[in-house]
């Protein structure tokens, strides 16, 4: 059974970093895409980034400011956030395809974690 686990979240202040992490198993996922996503209380789950083999893609609100990385061996994903803004507040989600190919959709992602809490504070 494949499993998703993010950890990292927290209260940050605006400025501020947050490296969230998300952990695979039950499968690996080498060279396959994966991606964050994050909602906020009443909006829909929006794309953030996503990684495969060897590309990132990032939305537009994040470039800059966030990096995607993994480690293949351990099954890891990695968000390093940094210059947190109040907008960037959410639970966010690790989710991850059967396919290499970057989608910014949330329908092209098979599994997904539970989230983890971001909350900047101004």
């Known amino acids: 059974q494949v499993q998703l686990v993010e950890s990292g979240g927290g209260l940050v202040q605006a400025g501020g970093s947050l490296r969230l992490s998300c952990a695979a198993s039950g499968r690996t996922f080498r060279r396959g895409a994966m991606g964050w996503f994050r909602q906020a209380p009443g909006t829909e789950r929006v794309f953030v980034g996503a990684?495969?083999?060897?590309?990132?893609r990032y939305a537009d609100s994040v470039k800059g400011r966030f990096t995607i990385s993994r480690d293949d061996a351990k099954n890891m994903m990695y968000l390093q956030m940094n210059s947190l803004k109040p907008e960037d507040t959410a639970v966010y989600y690790c989710?991850?395809?059967?396919?290499?190919?970057?989608?910014?959709?949330?329908?092209?992602?098979?599994?997904w974690g539970q989230g983890t809490q971001v909350t900047v504070s101004s």
């Open positions: 990684i495969n083999d060897g590309s990132t």
């Open positions: 989710a991850a395809a059967d396919t290499i190919v970057l989608t910014t959709t949330k329908y092209g992602y098979k599994y």
